[in-house]
């Protein structure tokens, strides 16, 4: 459908697209098709945000897009939070943004208790997260050789990245190794997705060094 046959219908508000910004990429509507709508010459907001699920799609849309065209203009203290600890900060107007400091979530931990993986151990959960990555075609995965609690994978070139599985029993630990800071938005995408679908994880939490060292609450998701 064309832009002048929708026209009328797109939202403005606290979240926008940034004029001339768009490269047309489809990401943020193949996302949440509910919220984002890709024209003729850029993407636009169907309506904005309400509930805390729809904002976290637009923040992972955020993301997720191929450049930064998505940007809140708002001042809700909780979302310039969200945008701050996510990395964000550039994308929100609001200079409160900038007291936030990113948080690299880069462990988790998860319960497996209704998943047939109950029973396996660290090294046999690495090998189901294997299998999991070589069903998706798009990986490079090194051998396991001595160290099988740990999978090493690239989805680019030969830019590798490693997870680490650790515990026994109900409840697990997985550590993340992205190559690049910046990178582990994408490692964690992976990780929660093998968790949500192939895994079947509870009480999944989302922890950075600090959070863990000192007993804090985790996030329900790595970003």
Not at 83 to 89: P, S, V, Y
Not at 136 to 154: D, E, H, M, N, Q
């Given at each position: 459908?064309?832009?002048?046959?929708?026209?009328?219908?797109?939202?403005?508000?606290?979240?926008?697209?940034?004029?001339?910004?768009?490269?047309?990429?489809?990401?943020?509507?193949?996302?949440?098709?509910e919220l984002f709508?890709?024209?003729?010459?850029?993407?636009?907001?169907?309506?904005?945000?309400?509930?805390?699920?729809?904002?976290?799609?637009?923040?992972?849309?955020?993301?997720?897009?191929?450049?930064?065209?998505?940007?809140?203009?708002?001042?809700?203290?909780?979302?310039?939070?969200?945008?701050?600890?996510?990395?964000?900060?550039?994308?929100?107007?609001?200079?409160?943004?900038?007291?936030?400091?990113?948080?690299?979530?880069?462990?988790?931990?998860?319960?497996?208790?209704?998943?047939?993986?109950?029973?396996?151990?660290?090294?046999?959960?690495?090998?189901?997260?294997?299998?999991?990555?070589?069903?998706?075609?798009?990986?490079?995965?090194?051998?396991?050789?001595?160290?099988?609690?740990?999978?090493?994978?690239?989805?680019?070139?030969?830019?590798?990245?490693?997870?680490?599985?650790?515990?026994?029993?109900?409840?697990?630990?997985?550590?993340?190794?992205?190559?690049?800071?910046?990178?582990?938005?994408?490692?964690?995408?992976?990780?929660?997705?093998?968790?949500?679908?192939?895994?079947?994880?509870?009480?999944?939490?989302?922890?950075?060094?600090?959070?863990?060292?000192?007993?804090?609450?985790?996030?329900?998701?790595?970003f």
């Amino acid at each position: 459908m064309a832009d002048s046959e929708k026209q009328g219908e797109f939202s403005t508000g606290p979240f926008y697209i940034e004029e001339g910004c768009c490269l047309l990429c489809g990401v943020p509507e193949s996302m949440a098709p509910e919220l984002f709508f890709t024209g003729d010459e850029t993407c636009h907001f169907l309506r904005q945000p309400r509930a805390a699920a729809e904002i976290e799609k637009t923040i992972e849309a955020m993301l997720s897009s191929e450049v930064d065209c998505i940007r809140y203009a708002g001042h809700d203290s909780a979302i310039l939070r969200r945008l701050g600890e996510a990395d964000l900060a550039p994308l929100a107007d609001d200079p409160e943004v900038r007291q936030y400091r990113p948080v690299a979530r880069d462990r988790v931990t998860f319960s497996l208790r209704s998943s047939p993986l109950l029973s396996l151990s660290s090294r046999d959960l690495a090998m189901a997260f294997r299998t999991y990555l070589q069903s998706k075609g798009r990986y490079t995965i090194v051998p396991s050789l001595l160290r099988r609690r740990r999978v090493t994978f690239a989805w680019f070139r030969r830019s590798f990245h490693s997870v680490e599985f650790s515990g026994e029993g109900e409840r697990r630990l997985a550590l993340l190794y992205p190559n690049r800071a910046h990178i582990l938005q994408g490692l964690g995408s992976t990780v929660e997705a093998w968790l949500m679908t192939d895994a079947q994880a509870e009480d999944v939490e989302w922890h950075s060094k600090d959070s863990q060292r000192t007993g804090k609450p985790g996030s329900s998701r790595p970003f």
